[in-house]
């Protein structure tokens, strides 16, 4: 147990010289075709520091949009979820070396040749990241199996808990369940045994009782947080007396984060509208030809502070899903919805008119996803807090979208909204519009809800 934890000091080194690895040799990838090729197509052919200038503008492009898509997260996340990200920062990083390759050499008639260049190039980029994150996942796995773990619960069962963590074996293995209620000195015993535990809703003062504990041994711990730690989580530090004070102001954005949120939302869903417009109209077309009912359709929403609006999305449902006014949340093989309308839904193209949501200022372009009025009034009534996502707009996207599922239970979703509104920055929404290209590409994020699952409202009996 003691050389375990010992030797989790070099997991971060570990991580670090792997995606340097990763990273050397995508650039000497570059080096090569520069060399061999784009250099070759300029008119003034660059020499020395013109060279070494061009490849520190790719390495440093290529670090920003590897940290965007999380795909320095080696031995972290999933390795598909690596490659993907890899993928995807390689892709955007050459679209970008194509378009500057072309504008500096002023070679039009060459574009073909200088197209399969680049095309070759990151073909051969993300076969390298694909070996080589493979190898570096099995490497970690060796070096660091998954962590034995003690899940200690108390009035919920955990089973949805640790279904979720099952789908990532590779980190965590728990092992045991035991209930708070077995007293302090049977699961301190039992705590020590393990490479860490997991405190699943634990009432406060129990919670933080075992909390020091573990702080006190140098165990590992994980903790699912109520509502009220994510409000503190980030809460100003005031030192105006010898006695620490947090500080939470909670009334959501400032003055200045509004205004600057609403000015990138104004810029950016006007760029994107034009845009998107031919894959609008391609998907409004398909959608009337499948059977003949309207392409769009609106529903009332609410956004801040309680304000209800009309959000409008492409209809991937039959005409008359819910003919009888009740809201019905989507199920996985949900029937009413049409074979147009998975795809739009996979791809998200369904979610394409809600930039005129955003424009209009109804929305915008990150923030809590909009819930219809006699939803929220549904969880209000296990959940009071339901609400506290009102404290921004309502988003095209989000911090619950990027890191949740369509099946995320509506409490573990307020925890992330909530989470989002706690940490607000101007950089976490650009970091979330790199996520959502990324989760476009991955289908678990599209599933709807499961007939029978565990959800956070209805509690169960110990």
């Not at 509502?227 to 003055?255: C, K, Q, W, Y």
């Not at 979610?351 to 809590?368: A, H, R, T």
């Not at 706690?422 to 959502?436: A, H, P, V």
Request: proline share 3%; net charge positive; glycine share 4%.
């Amino acid at each position: 147990m003691n050389n375990r934890r010992s030797f989790e000091q070099y997991k971060r080194i570990m991580r670090f010289f792997s995606a340097l690895f990763l990273l050397a040799l995508e650039t000497n990838v570059f080096i090569y075709v520069w060399f061999r090729y784009y250099n070759q197509e300029l008119r003034h052919p660059f020499q020395g520091k013109g060279n070494i200038l061009m490849t520190l503008v790719y390495v440093i492009l290529l670090c920003v949009f590897m940290a965007a898509f999380g795909g320095l997260k080696i031995g972290y996340m999933k390795k598909s979820h690596v490659i993907l990200a890899q993928a995807l920062s390689i892709v955007t990083m050459h679209i970008v070396v194509f378009v500057q390759i072309l504008l500096i050499s002023g070679k039009l008639y060459r574009l073909t040749f200088l197209l399969s260049v680049t095309l070759a190039m990151t073909a051969a980029d993300i076969v390298i990241a694909a070996v080589c994150i493979q190898v570096f996942d099995w490497l970690y796995y060796k070096l660091f199996p998954p962590r034995r773990l003690l899940l200690v619960y108390q009035d919920w069962q955990p089973e949805a808990l640790v279904e979720k963590m099952h789908s990532r074996q590779d980190k965590f293995n728990i092992c045991e369940f035991i209930n708070i209620e077995k007293g302090f000195e049977k699961i301190r015993e039992r705590i020590i045994e393990y490479d860490g535990v997991i405190l699943f809703d634990l009432h406060a003062r129990k919670r933080n009782h075992l909390l020091k504990f573990c702080y006190d041994q140098g165990i590992r711990t994980y903790t699912t947080p109520k509502i009220s730690d994510i409000i503190l989580m980030h809460a100003e530090i005031l030192h105006l007396f010898d006695t620490p004070l947090l500080l939470s102001r909670n009334f959501g954005l400032t003055v200045e984060q509004k205004l600057i949120k609403r000015m990138v939302d104004i810029v950016f869903s006007g760029a994107f509208l034009i845009i998107a417009s031919p894959f609008m109209l391609l998907t409004a077309v398909a959608v009337k030809v499948y059977d003949r009912g309207p392409a769009l359709f609106k529903q009332k929403r609410v956004t801040a502070g309680g304000k209800e609006f009309y959000v409008y999305k492409f209809r991937s449902m039959i005409v008359d899903a819910e003919k009888n006014g009740v809201a019905v949340l989507a199920k996985r093989n949900d029937s009413r919805i049409t074979p147009v309308g998975k795809f739009i839904r996979t791809t998200r193209l369904d979610e394409l008119p809600q930039l005129w949501n955003v424009l209009k200022g109804d929305m915008s372009l990150i923030g809590p996803r909009p819930e219809r009025p006699e939803l929220i009034e549904k969880y209000k009534v296990t959940m009071p807090e339901f609400t506290y996502r009102l404290k921004v707009k309502a988003g095209l996207t989000g911090y619950a979208q990027v890191y949740g599922k369509y099946n995320t239970t509506a409490y573990d979703k307020l925890k992330l909204d909530l989470m989002y509104i706690e940490n607000y920055s101007l950089l976490m929404d650009i970091r979330i519009i790199f996520q959502t290209i990324k989760v476009v590409f991955m289908p678990e994020s599209t599933e709807g809800v499961e007939e029978k699952a565990p959800n956070f409202e209805n509690k169960k009996q110990k």
